[in-house]
């Protein structure tokens, strides 16, 4: 079994103890961690040593909602300046027009920007599937680059005839969606520790599919034991929508659906109340909260120190690269951070009197990213440097330009100082990034492969 020794500057383990180690280190056996300390403490031999006298070493970043295939229609003129139910309109007819090909280019490309930002496991929520397209061709892209995969069978059933938003064209029959969702989780679907692809039923959202849908995914989940995802309270149309047709707040039709619980996690939950909020704790219900998509689509901002105080699970994502427009889950950490404090001062934050009520920090940021993604994705064994523990892990040095004058307390300095591309990635204990540079794919090629594409797209 091979073992690999790494010394650093510091060491952030974000266990328990949240401990913080100068001139710490980990000796990792097989792609797991073996032992967390001051580097002095640890075996002064393995197999491969990787000394990092310059640089901070953290747990590998955890990305809880994205849809990889919308990198190829990055900032899309006519796309550029509209609310999410007028984006989605303008963007579906050109995503009709993709092909297994594009899925496994735009699944390489989104986990190599976000290799380079520190992130080690991805949840995908890939919900279209014309022209032949299928999940298979983003679990396929997804082995080759060397990252986790959350992998969730998305899926949209009610058309525009309907009375659903999606075209008819790119709706799909429930009865195959079902057994396609079945025959996925039974072909890929990993539940042990250190599990490299796990399978998630992902129905699209409260306007794009229909309730029997839900419950029936729900039942199938439930049958399977793997988790549930699903877009939730994004927008007041989005509420507005499923007062008018079907009579309930979007949480309270979630609750109508069998759709709450531990194994459930909604993404944005923008508009949720005090109850809600109280809801989603008691109930153990995740939230993948996405700062950045919710700003450019003007969404609004959700109400994440609110969720945080009352216990409920959240995580970060970078949601669609065509509502964000990148991958960089560290400047999404970031993003959060600055997203709560301005939430913070809409609601009188400078006239408060509470001794208790504090602006979220740069730790509390990397605890969405970390601890938090591991929680709502249902993973123990990730999301902290610890013994038992997955060697996912990602390093940064300080010493260069962006970073000078920041060194009295480097953790804080990658989540308020300008996000930069990390030196080095390392999942289960294999480098997917080193000295700057992806390890298992060329970028070169893949940017041509994909501008290509992209452009194909938007031609036809």
Not at 72 to 84: G, H, I, Y
Request: charged share 20%; glycine share 8%; hydrophobic share 40%.
């Amino acid at each position: 079994m091979p073992t690999l020794l790494v010394r650093c500057a510091l060491l952030v383990t974000l266990d328990e103890q949240r401990r913080e180690i100068p001139a710490g280190g980990m000796f990792i056996r097989d792609g797991f961690i073996e032992q967390v300390g001051p580097a002095s403490d640890l075996p002064a031999q393995a197999d491969e040593i990787l000394n990092l006298p310059d640089a901070i070493v953290l747990p590998g970043l955890i990305n809880t909602h994205h849809h990889f295939y919308q990198t190829l229609t990055r900032a899309v003129p006519a796309a550029q300046d509209a609310n999410l139910f007028d984006w989605l309109k303008t963007l579906y007819p050109v995503w009709g027009r993709m092909t297994p090909e594009d899925i496994f280019i735009s699944t390489q490309t989104a986990l190599a920007e976000l290799a380079l930002s520190g992130c080690t496991t991805a949840s995908d929520h890939l919900y279209i599937f014309p022209n032949g397209c299928r999940l298979d061709d983003e679990i396929h892209a997804a082995r080759q680059v060397g990252m986790r995969l959350h992998a969730s069978r998305g899926s949209m059933s009610l058309g525009e005839s309907q009375g659903g938003l999606p075209p008819d064209r790119l709706v799909e029959q429930e009865e195959f969606i079902l057994k396609d969702s079945q025959r996925l989780i039974e072909q890929y679907h990993d539940p042990n520790p250190g599990a490299w692809t796990q399978v998630v039923l992902a129905p699209c959202s409260p306007f794009s599919v229909t309730a029997n849908l839900m419950r029936q995914s729900a039942s199938l989940a439930r049958e399977y034991g793997v988790h549930l995802h699903t877009h939730l309270a994004e927008t007041e149309d989005e509420e507005a929508f499923c007062l008018q047709q079907v009579g309930y707040r979007p949480v309270e039709y979630m609750d109508l659906l069998n759709w709450v619980g531990a194994d459930v996690w909604f993404a944005h939950s923008v508009y949720v109340n005090q109850q809600e909020i109280g809801q989603f704790a008691a109930c153990g219900c995740g939230v993948a909260h996405c700062p950045t998509s919710n700003m450019r689509l003007a969404s609004g901002i959700a109400p994440i120190s609110a969720m945080l105080a009352a216990g409920v699970k959240v995580g970060l994502g970078v949601d669609g690269s065509a509502s964000n427009d990148g991958s960089h889950l560290l400047a999404e950490a970031r993003q959060a951070m600055l997203a709560a404090r301005v939430k913070e001062g809409l609601t009188g934050f400078s006239r408060s009197n509470d001794p208790n009520r504090r602006l979220m920090t740069a730790r509390q940021a990397l605890e969405l990213a970390t601890r938090g993604g591991a929680a709502v994705l249902g993973r123990a064994d990730i999301g902290a440097l610890e013994a038992g523990k997955c060697a996912d892990f990602f390093a940064v040095n300080l010493n260069r330009l962006p970073y000078a004058g920041a060194l009295h307390d480097p953790l804080a300095a990658l989540i308020f100082c300008a996000p930069q591309q990390v030196d080095w990635t390392f999942v289960g204990g294999k480098a997917v990034v080193k000295d700057g540079k992806l390890v298992n794919v060329d970028p070169a090629s893949l940017v041509e492969r994909h501008n290509r594409a992209a452009r194909r797209l938007l031609e036809d």
